[in-house]
């Protein structure tokens, strides 16, 4: 089962949720200074959040655009495969940098 883009929201949500859950309890339960020993934990938390969450959205979106690319590219090999001579000399001409 691959994962899918919206069970990985969830989880990020989830995890977003824990990090706030804990920091909003220990802000009740400690004083300030204690806190700010907790929150000097969670930072790293915080940082796998800031990090990792966003550069999963990121691959996603970019192998989205790859598989996009690789059919469009697919279509054209298509496209040039029926065509006939004439058609591929006229392309040559307009684009030789296309050809090489």
């Known amino acids: 089962m691959t994962p899918s883009t919206r069970q990985a929201t969830v989880v990020a949500v989830l995890y977003l ?4 859950v804990i920091a909003v309890v220990a802000l009740h339960e400690y004083a300030i200074d204690d806190f700010l020993k907790v929150w000097a934990v969670l930072g790293t938390l915080v ?5 990792a969450v966003p550069s999963y959205f990121f691959a996603v979106a970019a ?6 690319q690789a059919k469009a590219e697919e279509r054209a090999q298509t496209i040039l495969g029926a065509a006939d001579s004439d058609t591929l000399k006229g392309a040559k001409e307009l684009r030789p940098d296309l050809f090489k």
């Open 63 to 68: 192998g989205a655009a790859k598989e996009e």
């Open 47 to 51: 940082g796998v959040l800031t990090g």
């Open 17 to 20: 949720l824990l990090v706030g």
